[in-house]
C-alpha cells in the first residue's frame, strides 16, 4: 500500500490548512495512521496519530488544540486539519503506516513522499 500526501502550501501565520494522506488499497482497522513533520536541519518530529479501527486520537502538546486528526474509511483517506498555524509549524509533512501505538518515527513502515507546509509570520 502506497501513502499519497497533499494539501500543503504557503500560508500567513494564524491561518489554516488541511492535509490529506491517501492509502493506494485498504487501510486495516490494526492499522495505525500517523503525521510527522520535518523541518530544515531537524529530526522527524511526531505530530499525531489515528488508530484506524476505533478512530481514536492523538496529538503531540505541540499541537493540540490546534491540529486535529481524522479519517474517511471509505476514501482510505486520513487528514490533518491545521489551525492557527504558526511560522514554527513550518516543515515537511509525512504520513505513515504502522501497527503499533508508538509516536516513534521508526516503528512506522510506510511513508507516503511528504507535503511542504510554509508558515509566514
Known amino acids: 500500500v502506497q501513502l499519497q500526501a497533499s494539501g500543503g502550501g504557503l500560508v500567513q501565520a494564524g491561518g489554516s490548512l488541511r492535509l490529506s494522506c491517501t492509502a493506494s488499497g485498504r487501510i486495516y482497522s490494526s492499522a495505525v495512521m500517523g503525521w510527522f513533520r520535518q523541518a530544515p536541519g531537524k529530526g522527524r518530529e511526531f505530530v499525531g496519530l489515528?488508530?484506524?479501527?476505533?478512530?481514536?486520537?492523538t496529538h503531540a502538546d505541540s499541537v493540540k488544540g490546534r491540529f486535529t486528526i481524522s479519517k474517511d474509511g471509505a476514501k482510505n483517506t486520513m487528514y490533518l486539519q491545521m489551525n492557527g498555524l504558526k511560522p514554527e509549524d513550518t516543515a515537511i509533512y509525512y504520513c505513515?503506516?504502522?501497527?503499533?501505538?508508538?509516536?516513534?518515527?521508526?516503528?512506522?513502515?510506510?511513508w507516503g513522499q511528504g507535503t511542504q507546509v510554509t508558515v509566514s509570520s
Open positions: 489515528i488508530r484506524w479501527g476505533r478512530g481514536s486520537t
Open positions: 505513515a503506516r504502522g501497527t503499533t501505538y508508538s509516536f516513534s518515527a521508526g516503528d512506522f513502515g510506510s
